[in-house]
């Protein structure tokens, strides 16, 4: 093989390689479907000039065949005007319009059974491409179906990438360490601007009030003794006391809370026990 051959051959083998990985099956389903149905019309073109032509040959057939019946009616009027030659004229015409009108029958009858075999290979030509449009819509959801499949695996295998990985984590701990950040800058906002201490004092309320209900339900509950009556204030009699001096009834005020709050903290001690 010469160098000019064997280079037309490697340019053809790239071009149609070309071609072929260029190729849109979707596409190319498409423009078959409608190359097929420009075939059927010219197919029924020509099964319709068919049928014409059938139709042209019967009624040529029939317009002989009428004509040579006219010719023998001329023949019986000859033979009834006792012109015996005017007769074998007419019927020698007679004759050859029988014998075109018989020719023409011939010729309709093969026309007819060409246009039958052309009407079955147009029905079987219409089937087909009605099955391909089917087989169409099939391929072109097995593509697609393809295709999608094909993303995934590669979305899969990108996925495995090890350095897909290693950058998901590195994302994650910088938004870890922003979180953390944020965190301590607002414990230091808090801790400057006196907000801790607030926080504690209302925590200590909060647990204050708690203790002080569960007292009063194991009270409720007979397992801590009652809490003891409160003293009955006894009347006294005011006076003014001297300037820089406590009352008396101040005193006893001051007994009583004081009282109290004995009572109290030994209840706690008990229930600690």
């Known amino acids: 093989m010469g160098i000019f051959a064997r280079l037309a051959q490697l340019i053809k083998s790239n071009l149609n390689d070309l071609i072929s990985r260029s190729e849109d099956p979707e596409k190319m389903l498409n423009q078959i479907v409608i190359d097929m149905n420009a075939q059927l019309i010219e197919a029924k073109k020509q099964v319709a000039a068919s049928i014409a ?38 019927l020698a015409r007679k004759r050859e319009h029988e014998e075109l009108g018989a020719a023409f029958r011939t010729q309709w009858e093969k026309q007819k059974a060409a246009v039958e075999q052309l009407k079955m290979a147009l029905r079987a030509l219409n089937g087909k491409i009605e099955e391909a449009k089917r087989k169409k819509n099939l391929l072109v959801a097995r593509k697609k179906r393809a295709e999608a499949q094909r993303a995934i695996q590669e979305t899969m295998s990108g996925l495995r990438d090890a350095s897909a990985f290693e950058a998901f984590d590195r994302m994650q701990n910088k938004i870890e360490r922003m979180e953390a950040e944020a965190e301590a800058t607002a414990e230091l906002h808090e801790e400057y601007s006196g907000d801790v201490l607030a926080h504690r004092f209302a925590e200590l309320e909060v647990t204050a009030g708690a203790d002080a209900d569960l007292t009063a339900l194991k009270r409720r509950m007979g397992l801590l003794p009652p809490e003891p009556p409160k003293a009955e204030p006894v009347p006294v009699r005011v006076e003014a006391a001297p300037e820089g001096m406590v009352s008396e009834a101040e005193q006893n005020e001051l007994a009583q809370a004081l009282a109290e709050l004995e009572a109290e903290q030994q209840a706690d001690l008990r229930m600690k026990k």
């Not at 032509?53 to 006792?82: H, I, N, P, S, Y």
């Open 53 to 90: 032509d059938e139709k042209k040959l019967l009624k040529q057939t029939e317009q002989e065949l009428a004509t040579a019946a006219e010719w023998e009616r001329r023949a019986m009027m000859a033979v009834r005007a006792g012109d015996d030659a005017l007769a074998k004229e007419a």
